[in-house]
């Protein structure tokens, strides 16, 4: 049997006297989708952020493949295949949308998968979200939905394998979440190598729609997993 991609055991943090994360336990194999559904406040973007590095726990283990991860940099984890996306897109806005893929493609993947055109390989991301027209177009002129796309595209360009998504329909309208799902982070999910072989970890407050979650799914309600 495969080692989980991920495994966390125990997972504790707590910011002075508050307890975020409470003892909180999860494993996803190869080719599964975990939800993390919750309220606000209930933990999960602090355990986004223990598992992609923004953030060290105070107590329990992060295995990614069979390896420790706790106390990494969060640059170190994406160079080992950890990609995440953000409630907030965060691209570069004084690059283009070409240039914004080309960073993690460059300085996230080639060290693990080997020498890449990096520009040939943004294209391709590109054309995978219908979005090739706009690859010159600066990253500031992006309308929300637009820049939702970009930011799940971003986190491919790491070519990860495991993805971890928090949020990404935050904000936006049932139909405007569909457009996004199904022209960029579901689409590319399925034509890469995470599909089959990767894994995914996706957040929400309420429900996961448009993307498929998978075999597994777990609620973080006041900081435990249940």
């Not at 360009?157 to 935050?170: G, R």
């Amino acid at each position: 049997m495969n080692e989980p991609i991920l495994q966390v055991d125990s997972m504790t943090k707590m910011f002075g006297g508050f307890v975020a994360l409470d003892s909180v336990s999860l494993h996803l194999n190869q080719g599964e989708r975990l939800g993390l559904i919750g309220p606000n406040g209930s933990g999960k973007t602090t355990m986004i952020n223990c598992i992609s590095g923004a953030l060290n726990n105070d107590d329990g283990s992060v295995l990614f493949r069979g390896k420790e991860i706790q106390g990494l940099p969060a640059y170190r984890r994406a160079r080992m295949g950890i990609a995440r996306s953000f409630q907030i897109p965060r691209p570069f806005r004084s690059m283009t949308v070409l240039e914004n893929l080309c960073l993690p493609i460059e300085y996230a993947a080639a060290d693990r998968i080997g020498p890449l055109n990096v520009r040939e390989q943004g294209m391709e991301i590109l054309e995978t979200i219908s979005f090739v027209d706009r690859a010159d177009e600066l990253s500031a002129d992006l309308t929300q939905v637009d820049l939702r796309k970009l930011e799940l595209a971003r986190a491919m360009a790491a070519k990860p394998t495991l993805l971890v998504s928090d949020e990404a329909m935050a904000g936006l309208s049932s139909s405007q979440g569909q457009l996004v799902t199904m022209d960029g982070g579901a689409r590319q999910s399925q034509d890469s190598d995470l599909g089959t072989n990767g894994a995914l970890v996706n957040t929400a407050k309420e429900s996961i729609g448009g993307v498929s979650v998978g075999e597994t799914c777990t609620y973080v309600i006041r900081g435990s997993g249940l």
